[in-house]
Structure formats: C-alpha cells, structure tokens
C-alpha cells in the first residue's frame, strides 16, 4: 500500500493512500489514537484561532481534536450529531454528502444547543476539509441556529479546499490518482 508522508503540527505522519473510487484515491488521515498529533494540532489551531465563545465540529472524527482544543483554552464545544438521541429536542439537522461517504448523512443539532450558540462567535473546526460539504451543512447549522461564525478551520486541507482563502489549515494535503501518485 502506498503511503505519503507529511509534517502535520510538527510532527512527521504516514499517511495510507487508499482509493475512494476508481479514479481517485486520498491520504488517509485518522488522528483517532494519535494522542501526540491531536494535542500538537489542538495547539497549532488554537495559535491561530479567531477569539470565539464556542467551537462546534461534525461527528466524529474531529471530537478528539475539539475536546483537545477545549481542554487547552477553555473554549467550551459543541458537536453537531449524524444521528437524533433521545434527550435532543427541537432538532436541526441538515443533510451532507462526503468524499470518503457513500451515502448521505444527516448532520443534528438540538435546540439546547442552538440556545447556546444564539449570538455567540462561533468557530467551525473539522479534521480534513476537502470537498467542503460537511464545512457548508456546519456553517448552515450553525446560521440556523443563530449563531455568528467567526472562523472556520481544519488540521488538513485537500482538493479545491487547500486553495479556499476562508479556512485556516495547518497543511495541504493532495489527492492521489490509483497508483498512489499525487494530482
């Protein structure tokens, strides 16, 4: 299996490149387990973080690094579900469709949290942003909601994403063809 290796937060990390159809493959990037890469990219996020009164981020692979980032500054986080609980009422949800998803998914705030984020600065911040669908339900979660977003952010950006101008990365990270080769 071909791997791509890059500095994320300082630190060096291999990442698998593994197809997501037949035409393209992607750097995969799971910071679940790497304790040392999510403390040092909570760190480096939070040197450039916008001043906010919340942070909020998609299930689930980003709630290690806003838990990081809410540990290190005290900022508190919210978290936007795929799926109701039963103690969630007055639910928002906003369907999205992601590059290393097959399907759709639902995207879920209750009202308790919409409560909190009502005219608070709010900063978006997820693990990778690539096509910007998950970044784009976020941000109409969080309008819905009432709140103002102050910054948007994630440890990578890949694709189109790494030329956007309104999110702050830490690194690019490219796309692959099926050999294993960037774009």
Known sequence: MPVYRMNIAGLERDLPVLPVNDQLSIGAFVMFGDVELTIHAAAELLKRMPECDYIIAPEAKAIPLIYEMSRQSGIPYLLARKKAKAYMSGVFKVEVRSITTAEVQTLIIDSADADKMRGKRIVIVDDVISTGESLRAMEELV?????????????????????????IVLAPLPLFRPDGTAL
């Open 143 to 167: 309008r819905e909601a009432g709140g103002n977003i102050v910054g948007k952010m994630a440890v990578l950006a890949e694709g189109d994403a790494i030329e956007r101008k309104d999110i």
